[in-house]
């Protein structure tokens, strides 16, 4: 049973939809994170936020926009995709680890998104 | 930059094997070590962790690891396999910035009854 959901858990979508994926912590966490994992790459961290401000973009294309409003949850809207943006989407969340220390560095992680884009 | 490398990307062991998956990270300061197992249909879920004292980690389900500083490695082991063990291993890292996660391209294993 994991502390973070995401849904929906598949998505199939044309390069001209827009659709948003979504994500809840039941973990009274103050950060989160979206990761994409493709075949045969590492994850690669997206986005963090911590008290629902971004904190950091890693080099992302607009056609992914995040939106956090509330610690406890995080979205991530989808338009124009590309076929090469099919992956699987990770949701993340931690403590803050001016609060928690050792603990608050510890990703807890969501079940994923497996997004297709045709 | 920071990288994280895993050596195996598949192993294939018998029950009862005794267990090693290699991983190096390249960063000189102070690191926090990771690694995560992802089970078939599952989400990613926390092995084992390094943050600092003891350098032999243990972690969950019998996994074991052990930070060498000199050899910037965080290797994972466990004596005797199972096959509910099959699944796809991930070292991570921190490093510098606490909430930049660098992961390796994990290890797939499998393990065969």
């Known amino acids: 049973e994991t502390g973070v959901t995401q849904t929906p858990r598949h998505l199939v979508m044309g390069m001209t939809n827009k659709k948003s994926l979504k994500c809840e912590q039941h973990?009274?966490?103050?950060?989160m994170y979206w990761y994409k994992q493709s075949a045969k790459k590492p994850l690669e961290l997206m986005f963090v936020?911590?008290?629902?401000?971004?904190?950091e973009n890693n080099s992302v294309p607009s056609r992914f926009s995040p939106e956090c409003p509330n610690s406890s949850h995080l979205f991530l809207h989808l338009h124009t995709l590309q076929p090469e943006d099919s992956a699987l989407y990770l949701c993340a969340s931690s403590q803050e680890p001016g609060l928690a220390g050792e603990e608050g560095e510890t990703q807890y992680f969501g079940p994923g998104t497996r997004l297709l884009v045709l | 930059a920071q990288s994280v490398s895993q050596h195996n990307h598949h192993v294939i062991l018998s029950e009862a094997a005794s267990l090693e998956l290699g991983c190096n990270y390249s960063y000189g300061g102070t690191v926090n070590l990771f690694w995560y197992v992802q089970y078939p249909g599952q989400h990613l879920q926390l092995l084992l962790k390094?943050?600092?004292?003891?350098?032999l980690v243990k972690g969950i389900k019998g996994f074991e690891a052990e930070f060498i500083k000199s050899k910037f490695s965080f290797n994972l082991r466990k004596p005797s396999v199972q096959w509910s063990d099959t699944a796809e291993y991930f070292c991570?890292?921190?490093?510098?910035?606490?909430?930049?996660?660098?992961f390796g391209t994990g290890t797939r294993l499998l393990v065969s009854p």
């Open positions: 936020y911590n008290f629902k401000e971004q904190t």
């Open positions: 973990l009274g966490h103050n950060a």
């Open positions: 390094y943050f600092s004292g003891d350098p």
């Open positions: 991570a890292v921190n490093a510098g910035s606490f909430q930049k996660l660098v």
